[in-house]
């Protein structure tokens, strides 16, 4: 597993990646949308909940192929505005 974290044109960057067996095309077509899993007891709301999370907090979440085999899961995440009356 690869884990990387970088900026973004005021955003954060994550990318996380593997080279397991991948996910198959018809499940990854629907990847983010809730109860659809590939696991036979799985609920199938997992990846929803993080896309939820994430697109609320004005960011984004894509999974793609990754070439050498796995997946490759991608989401930013945009910096906060410092408060006013708090120095950074």
Known sequence: MTIGVSRQD???FFS???TGIGIAPEIAQHLFQPFVT??????GVGLSICRTIIEAHGGRIAARANDGG????EFTLPFAEPEAGHDR
């Not at 590939?38 to 609920?43: E, F, I, L, Q």
């Not at 796995?70 to 899961?73: A, H, L, P, Q, R």
Request: aromatic share 12%; glycine share 18%; proline share 0%.
């Open 70 to 73: 796995g997946t490759v899961f």
């Open 16 to 18: 996380v990646a593997d």
């Open 38 to 43: 590939s696991k036979a007891n799985g609920m």
């Open 10 to 12: 005021g955003f954060a």
